[in-house]
């Protein structure tokens, strides 16, 4: 990855640069998931679909939309905890731009696959070739600070969730931190992170990339402001591990 400030560099160059950036980390990405995050993100994951599931209040499922869907790791989260919960999804649909991420998730998820049960495209979260009105939950985990066209990501997001449907998004937020133990959590994530998940991957300038994101990116506050512009309205607000990852759900109005 050009290691220029991304920041400054044109909207489409940036987001090029993003997708090949994760295209180049894509064999190591999950590794290097569960040793920064030391396993804790498999719980955050697992309470995103626990109170999706409860704010949509269907036992029959019909599709599940995660965006920014990377190796699978969501995807693989919404059938084993629909399964566990008793929840029938008749559709797992995962959309990515990345075609290193898609490899991965074709790997893992090839069960899922097989049976017909999920599909693997590739897309933007800005331009998601699927039908109004047509998704109960979509989600994206980790992947909307990578989204340079935030506001007609939001805008999709809303066009293809049916009338009651849910908004999950799991993101490291850019919200305000005070205290000790808050700033001892900057530290870890602006200066370990970056080298562990170089170490890992062998990249560092895409993990150096994370701490920059966050900074660059909104507050919890002021993303659930834009999403009840659009009309979803907060469910579900919860901030994890001293506010390193937050968890919203809404629900479309």
């Not at 495209?121 to 340079?148: F, H, M, P, T, W």
Request: aromatic share 8%; with cysteine; proline share 2%.
């Amino acid at each position: 990855m050009d290691k220029q400030n991304l920041h400054s560099t044109a909207p489409q160059e940036k987001q090029d640069k993003i997708v090949n950036m994760f295209d180049e980390i894509a064999p190591s990405y999950d590794k290097a998931n569960r040793v920064m995050s030391l396993g804790i993100d498999v719980s955050w994951r697992v309470s995103a679909c626990k109170k999706a599931f409860e704010a949509l209040g269907k036992e029959n499922i019909e599709c599940v939309l995660d965006v920014a869907c990377g190796t699978g790791d969501m995807l693989w989260h919404w059938q084993n905890e629909a399964n566990k919960a008793q929840k029938h999804i008749a559709h797992l649909l995962g959309i990515d731009p990345s075609s290193g991420m898609l490899e991965v998730a074709h790997q893992k998820l090839d069960s899922l696959l097989k049976q017909g049960r999920l599909r693997l495209e590739k897309g933007e979260a800005k331009a998601l070739n699927v039908e109004s009105q047509s998704v109960d939950i979509l989600s994206i985990a980790y992947g909307l600070r990578n989204v340079v066209a935030l506001e007609e990501a939001l805008d999709e997001f809303v066009r293809v969730l049916k009338p009651g449907g849910v908004v999950v998004i799991l993101e490291f937020m850019n919200n305000e931190k005070k205290g000790v133990f808050d700033s001892l959590m900057r530290f870890y994530t602006s200066k370990i992170l970056p080298l562990v998940g170089g170490l890992v991957s062998k990249n560092y300038a895409a993990y150096k990339y994370l701490p920059d994101s966050i900074q660059h990116f909104v507050s919890s506050e002021k993303l659930a402001q834009k999403l009840l512009d659009r009309g979803v309205k907060s469910y579900f607000v919860k901030s994890y591990s001293a506010n390193i990852s937050t968890l919203y759900v809404g629900v479309k109005i």
